[in-house]
Every structure is written in structure tokens, then in C-alpha cells.
């Protein structure tokens, strides 16, 4: 019987130890697009819990077109998981509409600013629209221009460099268009680009201009940013030197650099690891920074960061806070990032692993001197509607240069068009 | 005891009253679960969706009534009726090309030849493949200048033309792969009705001297008719649900030239977030194909033999 009794206690002991562990446990709600990266943030889970006893990070990963959809709705019912991934294409909407707690105070208070990059910070702010910091950035992505160095060894060209003018390029790509078997078909382009964002925009801030007009939110690009677009443009119609929209419509765009169709192009840094992937292994190919227009004076990079945000609704907002930190920098390795994102912890960044000199480009350091530069996008709320992006690329300003360069437009008809079109589609969104 | 006469035929009676309730409410519970499903998942969203073509909702916020706006923009915007000619254009050449491919294959492989079963899993192999990689796999077939299609009409002296880079002919390049997917499918629909055809008809023809044309249009292509119009129906509504391969080849593009209310709809509600307006565009859509579909019964009587 004393035994029974004995027993029973026990049990009742045991039982109120895990019911008062499971009552102190604070849960937190982490959701990410990133499905490759599920298991390195369960890792990452462990090893905060570890370190912060009596937290629980439950992680939902979702695929990207399904976070959206669903994140939304939460938002839309006030139900955000604590801490969840933001794009840098939706946080002025997302700041706008209350759905972002305000970071501005744990940015100014509690974060040792030596150790980021600022700048990237900084054009998270800009982005969202409000002065204030509404996401926590974890990666930056900027824009570069990607060489083949190969073909300009052949050409007997020296590789482009920071000073690099719109003239050197122009002379450049002009000399790389080449029909090898003289059968009248180009069988190598000097440049490829189309409508994309990544494919203009670049040239626009290298130019110092702008595509918006920030206070009244209109699209109203100035001088120096059509000057961008008609140099691009030219390109395909006049000099020859880059092939038509039509012309490459078969292609993954992201294949036809690594391929070796075209011996230059501007897209995003993270291209990289798709060109290490597509090109041919012993192809030596560089990135180096957009070349400067008659305007230009290197002072902005055209790059946008990937960020953390924490619900306005959560219970937890310090532990969110440091969770959030967490995942934005000590927490992190950088095998954890997609060759030509640059962390914004600068440990991470900074560390000589990131430069992978063992592979192609050769030339990494050119991103971290980009983090450090003030920052340019064009994004704003309805902009993938009216900069047509991803499956609505075909419309927008995206589809109205892929007819200019495709000969079913005029470029003055182009512009005059997109600045009717544009105009209304924002006037939609910032009534 | 005493026992009234009638007691048997009361109890079968109200045997039978029992059995009236039950019989009347027993289908009913065999068919909740379908009509649970319809209402749930079809005609709740279906209002919800119609309520919502009135409304502005970002999905963020809380939808805005805003009366017709929605429908006002559509008939404004010229890229939405070019959308709409878009769509009318792919329907056209989608239902004309499966019916005639179709039709032609279903006659094909009703011979009885050696080897017609591979021929009928061969012809029918498109349908079940994804469109996905129908659409990968095309897109390298009609590569400008890469593409085995474009390399071979070089070879034989013609100059090629972008299939799907040209806003031009892109449409009728999209509308042609998605006939040479779907034809295996409208050709087992021909070929049961083929076989549906009494042999004691056509042998009546032959005896009464009619020749294999003859034989084919004055009595096969009428006695098919019951046939063609189901297919024909289907077809019109399968042509509007055109999604995949223009996502996979095109994604409306170029310049909008490949857009169709399908894929207007979808990026309009998962791209823009626009659900007020894709609702609304989904509605326009609706109508469409209900009048489409609405006509061809009308005419119906015109031209279906459905007695022989």
C-alpha cells in the first residue's frame, strides 16, 4: 500500500514538473518562403532553443506563390505568426496597412549598428516609405554586370572596371556581336536584355535617374532615366549589338549568359549561382559594377534587401524581437545563402569564405563594396502590376520596352504609352 | 380476443406510411455528402465570388463595396479586350482544330488494322503528359534559332518565323500545342460514337452503291452528330480553360498578346491581388461561356440526328 501511495505521488509530482514547464513555454510563429532552407532553420531552431530555455519556435515553410496567398489572409484576420519573411516588393503595402511592427526603437536601442550594414537597412527604410524601419534585413541582392571573360580575352578587350563609361560598353558589346560563320545569323551578342526590372533599372540609376516621382507617386521618369531606357533600346535597334525579346523567347532568361549567347548582361547578384550551375566549367566569367551614364556618378547601386518582419499582434514582442535578430545574423552561416546574396551581418559577409575564390566570379569583393553604397529600387505598392513582373512580365513597362526592342512600338510611342498606362494603374493604388 | 378484420391491412398501411418518409427522405441522405461538397466548395465560393466582383479587396483588408467599378474598368481597359479577343480567338481555333484533328484520328484508328492499339495509346499519350512539360518541351522544339522545327524548315529553304516570340502568329502557336495535347482526348469521344453506329446502316449504303466519301459524310458524320455535339459542347468549354501552357510557354505574353480571361484572372487574383476585379473578370467569363454554350443547344435542333 505505502508502495501504491508512493507511487502515486510521484506521478502527481511528475505530472505538475511538465505541466508547469509546458505552462511557462512560450511559443513563437515563424514562417519562410525558403523550402531549400527548411531543414538549416529547423538546425537554427535547435540552437535557439537551447540557448533560450522555455521558448518554442514552431517553423511553418511554405513554397513561395503559397506563402503569399496564405500570409495574407492571416494579416487579413489579424492572426500574422510572430516573426515571418517579407519581400521588399510588398513592405510599403504591408507598412501602409499596420501590418509590420515598427522597429525603429529596437534599431535605434538595442542593435550594435557596427555590426550590419547600415545602408542596407536604409534602403529597407526607403522602401517602406514611412522613415521608419519596418522589416529586418537579412540579405541584400544588388544589380552587377556579368561578363564572360573568355570572349573578351578573344576580342582582345580589357574586362570592364568601376570607371567603365556607357561609351566603353557601347564600343565593347559592339566588337563581341559576332557571326562566326559569316551565314548572316549573329552567332554571339555583345548585350542581352529585355523589359525586365533587373535589365533596366540598373542603367537608370547609373544615370541618376528615377523612374517614380516619389511625392506624388506617379510614374514620371526624368530625363535621365528616358536617356537610360533609349540608350538600352538603341542597342537592339541601331547598334545591333543585343538581339530582340523575340529572338531569345525560347530561353530561360537566366540561362542565356551561362549558355554563352551573349558575352555581357545585367541581372541580379544572385545569378551567380545559376551561371555556376549552367555555364560550361572551365568558361571564366566576372561581374563588375554597372557602367556609369553621362549623368552617372557611382553614388547609388541599384539593390533591395530580404527581410525578417515581426506582427504588430504578437504577444511576445521582445522575444520576437530577439528571435528575429537571431535569424538575421549570429544565428546564421553562410551556407545558408544563395551564392551573390550578401548577408547583412557583416561577420558573415566579411568573412573570407564569402569571396569563394575558388570559384567563378572571381571577383565577389565588388558586393560588399556595392552593400556599403546607398541603394535604388524601383518598387512600390501595384509594382508588379505596373513594372509587370514574374507572370505578369508581359505587361507593364516590362512589355512596353519588349515591344520597342521587338519593332512593334516607337520609342516615343513606348514611352507616351507607358506613362498613360502606369499613371492610371498607380492612381488605382494610391487613391 | 377479438381482432378486427382489417388490422393486416392497416399495419401494411402504416407499413407503408413508414416506409413513404423514408423513401423520401433516403435519397437525400445518400446524396448529402455530393450536395454538402457542390455547396461548400462550389456554390458558396461561386457567391462569394460574385459578391466579391463588387467589392475592391486586396486581400489585406476588409473588401470595399464599390458597386460596377469593377466591370466598368474592364470594358474601359483595352488590355482587357484584347484579353477578351484573345480568349474568343484561342476558343475558335482550339474547338475547330480538336474537332477536326480529332474527328480525323478517331476515323483512323477505328480501322481494324494491326498495331491501331498503339496507334489509339499513342494519339491519346499527350493527354495524360503534363502540361508543364508539353510546354518545356515545345519551347524547345520552337526555339528561334536553336529549335529542331526552325533548323529544319532552314534547311528546306524557309526562313522561320519567333512561334512565340511574334505577337502575331504567339496565339495560334499556344492554340496549335494545345490542340496536339487535347486531340487524343476528343478522339476516344469520336471513336465510342464511331462504334455507336449500326454496321447494318453503312452496309445498306454500300448496297445501295454509295462510295466511301459518300459513305462518310451522308451517313457516319450524321449518325455521329449525338457525338459531335457533346463533343463540340465539351470542347467549347474546355477551350476557355486554357491556364497551363500559356503560363508554361508565354505567360501572356508577347505584349499581352497571349492573355487570355483565364490567365487574366489568375494573375489578376495571385499576382496583383486584385480579388474585386479578378472576381468580376471570372463573372465576365462566366456569362461568356453560359451564352456560348446556352446557343449551342439553341442550334442543337438544327443539326443533331440524335434516332437511327
Known amino acids: 500500500m505505502k508502495r501504491v501511495k508512493r507511487s502515486l505521488l510521484l506521478l502527481m509530482v511528475m505530472s505538475i514538473t511538465v505541466f508547469s514547464v509546458i505552462a511557462e513555454e512560450t511559443i513563437l510563429e515563424w514562417w519562410s518562403w525558403d523550402v531549400e532552407l527548411k531543414a538549416r532553420n529547423e538546425a537554427i531552431i535547435k540552437k535557439f532553443e537551447a540557448e533560450n530555455p522555455g521558448v518554442k519556435i514552431n517553423l511553418t515553410t511554405l513554397s513561395t506563390s503559397e506563402y503569399w496567398t496564405k500570409i495574407r489572409l492571416l494579416a487579413n484576420q489579424k492572426k500574422l505568426p510572430d516573426v515571418f519573411e517579407m519581400s521588399s516588393g510588398y513592405v510599403e503595402e504591408w507598412a501602409r496597412d499596420g501590418l509590420l511592427l515598427d522597429l525603429t526603437p529596437y534599431v535605434n536601442t538595442s542593435l550594435n549598428k557596427n555590426d550590419y550594414y547600415m545602408s542596407v537597412f536604409e534602403a529597407g527604410k526607403d522602401i517602406a516609405g514611412q522613415g521608419k524601419y519596418y522589416a529586418f534585413p537579412f540579405a541584400l541582392v544588388t544589380t552587377v554586370l556579368f561578363y564572360n571573360m573568355d570572349m573578351f580575352d578573344k576580342a582582345g578587350l580589357a574586362y570592364p572596371n568601376a570607371n567603365w563609361t556607357w561609351d566603353d560598353f557601347k564600343k565593347a558589346a559592339k566588337k563581341l556581336t559576332i557571326d562566326k560563320n559569316n551565314d548572316g545569323t549573329i552567332d554571339q551578342w555583345g548585350f542581352w536584355f529585355y523589359g525586365r526590372y533587373a535589365h533596366i533599372e540598373p542603367w537608370i540609376y547609373s544615370n541618376n535617374g528615377e523612374l517614380l516621382d516619389r511625392k506624388t507617386m506617379t510614374y514620371n521618369p526624368d530625363a535621365n532615366a528616358v536617356e537610360a531606357m533609349r540608350f538600352l533600346?538603341?542597342?537592339?535597334?541601331?547598334?545591333?549589338?543585343?538581339?530582340?525579346?523575340?529572338?531569345?523567347?525560347?530561353?530561360?532568361?537566366?540561362?542565356?549568359?551561362?549558355?554563352?549567347?551573349a558575352a555581357m548582361w545585367v541581372d541580379g547578384s544572385w545569378n551567380i549561382d545559376n551561371n555556376r550551375t549552367v555555364a560550361d566549367k572551365k568558361t571564366r566569367w566576372g561581374i563588375a559594377e554597372v557602367p556609369r551614364g553621362p549623368n552617372g556618378t557611382n553614388k547609388y547601386v541599384n539593390g533591395w534587401p530580404d527581410y525578417f518582419a515581426i506582427s504588430p499582434y504578437t504577444k511576445n514582442t521582445e522575444l520576437a524581437w530577439k528571435f528575429t535578430k537571431y535569424i538575421c545574423g549570429e544565428g546564421l552561416s553562410l551556407d545558408m545563402y544563395m551564392a551573390g546574396k550578401i548577408p547583412t551581418y557583416r561577420k558573415l559577409a566579411e568573412s573570407p569564405d564569402?569571396?569563394?575564390?575558388d570559384k567563378m566570379p572571381p571577383n565577389m569583393d565588388i558586393l560588399l563594396k556595392q552593400a556599403n553604397m546607398p541603394m535604388k529600387s524601383s518598387y512600390s505598392i501595384g509594382w508588379s502590376e505596373w513594372r509587370g513582373y514574374g507572370a505578369a512580365e508581359s505587361v507593364g513597362l516590362n512589355g512596353i520596352i519588349d515591344a520597342i526592342i521587338d519593332g512593334d512600338m516607337s520609342f516615343d510611342n513606348g514611352m507616351k504609352t507607358a506613362n498613360e498606362s502606369i499613371n492610371k494603374i498607380l492612381k488605382r493604388y494610391y487613391r | 380476443m377479438l381482432i378486427p378484420k382489417n388490422t393486416n391491412k392497416q399495419r401494411t398501411n402504416v407499413g407503408k406510411h413508414r416506409l413513404a418518409w423514408y423513401n423520401s427522405i433516403y435519397p437525400w441522405l445518400l446524396l448529402l455528402p455530393t450536395l454538402i461538397g457542390l455547396i461548400v466548395f462550389r456554390i458558396l465560393p461561386i457567391a462569394g465570388s460574385f459578391y466579391l466582383s463588387f467589392t475592391d479587396w486586396d486581400f489585406l483588408r476588409a473588401p470595399q463595396f464599390i458597386g460596377m467599378d469593377n466591370f466598368r474598368e474592364a470594358f474601359s481597359n483595352p488590355s482587357f479586350?484584347?484579353?477578351?479577343a484573345n480568349t474568343l480567338l484561342f476558343s475558335a481555333l482550339y474547338v475547330t482544330g480538336i474537332m477536326i484533328i480529332g474527328l480525323f484520328l478517331a476515323v483512323l484508328v477505328n480501322s481494324k488494322v494491326p498495331g491501331v492499339s498503339f496507334f489509339r495509346a499513342a494519339f491519346y499519350l499527350p493527354v495524360v503528359t503534363s502540361a508543364v512539360a508539353v510546354g518545356i518541351i515545345w519551347r524547345w522544339i520552337l526555339s528561334p534559332n536553336y529549335g529542331i522545327l526552325n533548323n529544319f524548315l532552314q534547311i528546306i529553304g524557309i526562313n522561320p518565323p519567333f512561334w512565340l516570340g511574334d505577337k502575331s502568329i504567339a496565339l495560334f502557336t499556344v492554340s496549335f500545342i494545345q490542340v496536339w495535347k487535347m486531340s487524343g482526348y476528343y478522339m476516344i469521344m469520336f471513336l465510342a460514337g464511331l462504334q455507336d453506329i449500326p454496321i447494318s446502316v453503312k452496309e445498306a449504303a454500300l448496297v445501295d452503291g454509295a462510295n466511301s466519301r459518300q459513305l462518310f459524310f451522308r451517313i457516319t458524320l450524321p449518325m455521329l452528330s449525338p457525338t459531335t455535339f457533346f463533343v463540340l459542347t465539351i470542347?467549347?468549354?474546355?477551350?476557355f480553360k486554357n491556364f497551363e501552357l500559356i503560363y508554361t510557354m508565354t505567360r501572356g505574353g508577347p505584349q499581352n498578346a497571349t492573355n487570355t480571361l483565364v490567365y487574366d484572372v489568375y494573375l489578376n487574383a495571385f499576382v496583383h491581388y486584385r480579388m474585386g476585379y479578378s472576381s468580376a473578370v471570372s463573372f465576365i467569363l462566366l456569362l461568356g461561356v453560359g451564352l456560348i454554350t446556352y446557343l449551342n443547344f439553341k442550334m442543337k435542333k438544327r443539326w443533331v440526328n440524335s434516332e437511327y
Open chain 1, 233 to 261: 533600346t538603341d542597342l537592339v535597334l541601331k547598334d545591333k549589338s543585343a538581339p530582340s525579346k523575340k529572338a531569345m523567347s525560347a530561353f530561360r532568361q537566366q540561362d542565356i549568359f551561362p549558355q554563352g549567347i
Open chain 1, 354 to 357: 564569402f569571396l569563394q575564390k
Open chain 2, 81 to 84: 479586350l484584347q484579353v477578351v
Open chain 2, 235 to 239: 470542347a467549347i468549354i474546355d477551350s
